[in-house]
């Protein structure tokens, strides 16, 4: 037996058109990966899409390929993730399968599927790890798996787009998600198709090495951070029940997904001007071969003078884009100047007369000004602050200004 | 303020209506079109009046209607504010009519603009609003619907004016503007003052150089003085002697003179001599040859005499001569006549056939007879003719001779007269020439006694002579000692010239100098407070505005974020702005493009930014009297169904006293307080309360 665990796919995950439309070949082509590999069914371990209701192009495609495997009589088994659940139930999913191209395997909202050779059943996803205690309890199941013998040759699968806590990357452990152990998991099953992390994972149930847990990862990095780190995977497995020695073996084998090559660029903007970051990062861009490939570039550090917009960053993305990059997204929110780490807390809550008052007396606790310069600068503060009158020209308006400029710095005599 | 009723009248699609509006959250609730924007548009004209850009007539007043009014009922402060404004269809626009206010049952009547005065004043708003746009009420009390999302698809430049203005904050870049404005007068000023210092080196050299000048005049004049001393003293002496030779030459003077008037006299007397000498050789020369004239010449009274007679007689017979020529000559005339008549008569007969007299016929032999009577007659004729003629030849002849004769006569008397005018002169000329002769004499001795006078003369003159000689060479002397002491006076004079002229100069130099000193010292003043205004000053104002900017920008955005965060159903979509106010939407810090936005978070970034403007505006200008009021205008536009419930928090999130809603969204009905209903029928809005 053979059949394709994918998970994660988020089909319609991105904004950008041109990342859309990589997220749905990638699903494609893994579509027609299972097809020339003659699987026996798909299973789809959550978030097919990235929303309950998905764009009309999204789901064109997407019911394109389900179609395939339709004609090639392959069957499709899911069960809903985060993403695209709805508590309502208004979600495209059951639109799908309506239309047939699909089954959801959900013990509750669904319905387990079971045939001479294989018995396979779900838990949808939902948001904030609502699905945990449901997995938890899952007590039907137990009683529906307990009812037949265990050794009877069929596989059992259970798909699950759930958080796993031996499997929680470092950098999520400090969120707090919600996730459930191995431990906690139904123990009545032979291969646990889960999905929900994006990470490219199989681990042994504890108690028994044969039964098989694993995450295949995303099938299109859906956010930035797993574009700069991974790429898309699925697996296809390979089962034989060996009756002899009472053992179920499974082959995995994890399936890359890899369309456009993706370059990363990491630039320090620490010390750099506006003009000089852009030489900079266009220094880089020119070393690289843009062609057909995601750029993502993040740019971080503080600019030693001038603001964030003064960094020309669309003239970077035209250059990227010139040189036929098939996409270019840039990150800039590390990136800060000298201007904006002002200390803030010293003026916050304070009018701008206040600000002002403290912003002179503060430079002449550091000597930048006299005491009789800080008076001057008060009364230009205000001498300065006019307006041309209606019908006034330019001309009048210059004169007004600089003769009540000199009458009040007594400059008459030497003006 | 709150805003306690709304009157229309004649605005857009309300021909009459008054809506009651209560404290809270209320909902102005209708389909699009029923006339929820209109109230709040009427109540903001009736606060301002018409803006231009913003707000004009021709949107509010009904069409086809000539008048309308909106009468707008506040609470501001505790005190019952009336507006009423009114609207008028004009010829080709709409104006505002009159206005009045009545506070506290006071009704006073007020030209538009005393009325948005008092308006901006009681609500606290900046007084320069009265000639410009309201953005702060329109960005912390009402936007239109249409409008929200514009300032975030503004120009950055556009924008950050924009905040400026509505922040207050656009005072540093009046401030700056006008610096730079009194800067540039600066710079012109300075130029000017400059141009009057260009020459200040050269004229302090010119100074130094007039000084050494001076210096060296006055070196000059005193070596030249005593020379110039000398010198007169010179032509003095010399003057002395030459008076003392010409005392002595002035006795000589008077021989000198009376030798030269005799030297003259005796020249003239000598050519006077000579004249008379050649006068008299030839006076005798004329007298030789009349002498020899006169001896040929027979000259006597009486031939005189004898001549004359005969030229009388003459003349006598010539005249008896001429008398017969013309008898005779008359006579052949009338032969002559009476031949043609003959010659004609015997041509007429021969062709005659009929006598003209009596009619009867002519013969031929009677014209034969006639004819030879006539030819008869006519040989007669020619005889007697012939015979005259011929005597007429004779006295012709006659004549001519007779007139040779007294012509002769007339010659010979001629002569004779010539002869007797020869001889007086002959007598005269010999006079003449005895008078010469005796003149002649006397001016020989005239002659001799000068030649002995100039002889004295020139005797006494030969010893005067060396004295002069002496004079002459001291009169040189004299000339060239002159000479000497006028070219060294023109030098001392030039040299004194000189002097006063450097002085003047000098003192003139150092006025200037002066003078451009103190524009120099002004200068530097002018540099200084160049420098100061450039450096200190600009930088100052510079760093006020961006610490503002930066505190205004930080809770703006804290407060952006946070409004964004609750309108949206993307968790991982986050916003913030940068030191521009521009908004950036981003995805774990990618950003992302506002056109991949739905329609609903293009609608909550809008909202959120506005709602964060509102806070932060009325934290700052906290003195608005419009900071309790709220006015959000189809604030959901697109939002989907989990959005539109967000909005219950954010509605109790926003505490305003009181908070007016326009949707047409039936959920949001749950969300408020008051519902007030709008109808159209019959493009006409109606209320229900």
């Given amino acids: 037996m053979k059949f394709a665990h994918i998970a994660d796919c988020h089909l319609g995950a991105w904004r950008q058109p041109e990342l859309q439309k990589l997220n749905l070949l990638a699903f494609e082509k893994a579509i027609d990966t299972c097809i020339e590999q003659n699987v026996d069914f798909v299973l789809i371990a959550g978030d097919l899409f990235d929303t309950a209701i998905p ?21 499709c088994f899911f069960v ?58 899952i007590k039907n199941i137990k009683n529906q798996i307990n009812a037949k013998k265990d050794k009877d040759n069929k596989i059992k699968i259970l798909l699950l787009h759930t958080t796993l806590k031996e499997l929680l990357p470092a950098e999520l452990k400090s969120l707090n998600l919600s996730s459930i152990a191995l431990e906690e998991l139904p123990d009545n099953f032979d291969y646990y198709a889960l999905g929900h992390l994006h990470i490219t994972k199989q681990i042994m149930h504890p108690r028994h090495s044969s039964k098989v847990i694993a995450y295949p990862g995303s099938l ?59 030489e900079k990062i266009l220094k880089e861009l020119e070393k690289k071969n843009l062609k057909d490939k995601i750029i993502t570039l993040r740019t971080e550090g503080t600019l030693k003078s001038g603001k964030l917009s003064d960094v020309n960053f669309k003239a970077i993305t035209e250059f990227a884009l010139k040189q036929g990059c098939y996409c270019f997204l840039q990150n800039t929110s590390k990136l800060t100047t000298k201007e904006l780490s002002i200390h803030l807390s010293d003026i916050s809550n304070l009018s701008i007369e206040q600000i002002e008052e403290k912003i002179l007396c503060d430079m002449k606790k550091e000597k930048k000004i006299k005491n009789k310069d800080e008076t001057k600068m008060k009364l230009l503060l205000r001498l300065f602050d006019k307006e041309k009158q209606e019908g006034e020209t330019n001309a009048t308006f210059a004169e007004r200004i600089t003769s009540k400029i000199v009458k009040s710095l007594k400059l008459e005599e030497k003006w | 303020m709150l805003i306690k009723s709304v009157k229309l009248h004649n605005i857009r699609s309300y021909l009459e209506s008054k809506i009651e509006l209560p404290k809270g959250s209320v909902l102005l609730s209708g389909d699009i079109g029923s006339g929820k924007s209109t109230v709040l548009l009427a109540t903001e004209f009736a606060l301002f009046g018409l803006q231009r850009g913003l707000l004009d007539g021709a949107s509010l007043l009904r069409s086809n209607k000539k008048e309308g009014f909106v009468e707008l009922e506040l609470e501001i402060n505790n005190k019952v ?137 006055e070196k000059k004049i005193n070596e030249l003085k005593p020379k110039l001393a000398n010198a007169k003293k010179r032509v003095k002496q010399i003057k002395d002697l030459i008076l003392k030779q010409e005392n002595e030459i002035e006795k000589f003077k008077l021989v000198r003179e009376n030798l030269a008037k005799t030297e003259t006299k005796h020249g003239e007397k000598i050519k006077q001599l000579n004249e008379i000498n050649n006068e008299i050789k030839e006076l005798e020369k ?113 004549l001519e001779t007779v007139e040779k004769q007294v012509q002769d006569l007339n010659e010979e008397e001629k002569i004779v007269e010539i002869a007797k005018i020869k001889f007086q002169n002959f007598n005269e000329k010999q006079k003449q020439k005895l008078k010469l002769i005796k003149t002649s004499k006397q001016i020989d001795e005239e002659i001799k006694t000068l030649a002995d006078k100039k002889n004295e003369y020139e005797k006494t003159l030969k010893e005067t002579k060396e004295l002069e000689l002496k004079h002459k060479k001291t009169r040189e002397q004299l000339e060239t000692e002159q000479e000497k002491e006028h070219v ?7 040299i004194e010239k000189g002097k006063e002229n450097i002085l003047k100069e000098m003192s003139e130099l150092k006025i200037e100098i002066n003078k451009k000193l103190k524009v120099k010292s002004a200068l530097e003043e002018l540099k200084k407070l160049q420098n100061w205004l450039n450096k200190d000053f600009l930088f100052i104002a510079d760093t006020i505005e961006k610490q503002v900017m930066a505190n205004l920008n930080a809770e703006f955005n804290l407060l952006f974020q946070k409004w964004f965060e609750m309108l949206v159903e993307d968790e991982n979509l986050k916003t913030r702005t940068d030191f521009d106010f521009t ?93 007030i209903r709008f109808q159209k029928q019959g493009h006409v809005s109606r209320v229900e309360m």
């Fill in chain 2, 81 to 217: 504010i009336k507006i009423k404004r009114e609207l008028k269809r004009e010829k080709k626009s709409v104006v505002q009519g009159n206005a009045t206010i009545n506070i506290d049952g006071t009704t006073k009547e007020l030209a538009a603009t005393e009325l948005k005065q008092f308006i901006l004043n009681t609500l606290n708003y900046p007084s320069g609003l009265l000639t410009k746009r309201n953005l702060i009420y329109r960005f912390t009390v009402y936007t239109p619907q249409e409008e929200m999302k514009r300032i975030l698809l503004e120009k950055p430049e556009t924008r950050l004016d924009t905040l400026r203005k509505v922040f207050d904050v656009d005072k540093y870049k009046r401030i700056k503007d006008s610096c730079e404005i009194f800067l540039n007068q600066l710079k012109e000023k300075k130029k000017e003052k400059e141009g009057q210092l260009v020459d200040l080196p050269f004229k302090q050299e010119q100074l130094s150089k007039k000084e050494k000048e001076s210096k060296e005049n």
């Fill in chain 1, 80 to 137: 809903a993730g985060s993403h695209d659940f709805s508590p309502s139930g208004k979600s495209i999913l059951s639109v799908l399968e309506k239309a047939g191209l699909c089954k959801n395997v959900d013990i509750n909202t669904g319905k387990p599927i079971e045939t001479d050779n294989m018995f396979i059943a779900g838990i949808d996803g939902k948001t904030r790890g609502l699905e945990i205690n449901e997995i938890k309890n």
């Fill in chain 1, 55 to 75: 764009s009309i192009d999204i789901l064109k495609g997407t019911t394109n390929k389900l179609r395939q495997l339709k004609e090639k009589s392959i069957e």
């Fill in chain 2, 583 to 675: 908004p950036s939407i981003e995805q774990e810090g990618y950003e992302i493009n506002y056109n991949y936005l739905s329609g609903g978070e293009r609608t909550a970034l809008a909202l959120a930014y506005r709602l964060a403007l509102n806070q932060v505006i009325n934290s700052m200008l906290s003195k608005l009297a419009t900071r309790n009021l709220l006015i959000l205008d189809e604030p959901t536009d697109g939002f989907s169904s989990e959005q539109l419930d967000k909005m219950r928090d954010v509605l109790q999130e926003l505490k305003a006293e009181q908070l007016i809603l326009v949707s047409h969204e039936t959920k949001i009905e749950s969300f408020v307080e008051h519902i």
């Fill in chain 1, 220 to 278: 299109f990095p859906t956010s930035f951070s797993e574009l700069e780190s991974n790429t898309g995977n699925f697996y296809l497995v390979e089962y034989e029940n060996d009756n002899e020695n009472d053992k179920k073996d499974f082959k995995v084998k994890e399936i890359q997904i890899k369309l456009q090559e993706i370059v990363n660029l990491n630039i320090n903007a620490d010390n750099e001007t506006p003009e000089s970051l852009k």
């Fill in chain 2, 488 to 494: 060294l006076a023109l030098d001392y004079k030039g």
């Fill in chain 2, 286 to 398: 004329l007298i030789t040859s009349l002498k020899n004239e006169l001896s040929k010449l027979k000259y006597q009274d009486k031939e005189k005499e004898k001549i004359k007679k005969s030229i009388t007689e003459q003349e006598q017979l010539l005249k008896n001569l001429r008398a017969k020529e013309k008898l005779i000559e008359k006579e052949l005339s009338s032969f002559t006549t009476r031949k043609q008549i003959l010659e004609k008569d015997i041509h007429n007969i021969s062709d005659l056939k009929t006598c003209p007299v009596c009619k009867q016929e002519v013969t031929s032999e009677h014209r034969k007879k006639i004819t030879s009577e006539i030819n008869q007659e006519l040989v007669k004729l020619n005889k007697q003719f012939n015979e005259k003629n011929k005597s007429l030849q004779e006295l012709s002849d006659k």
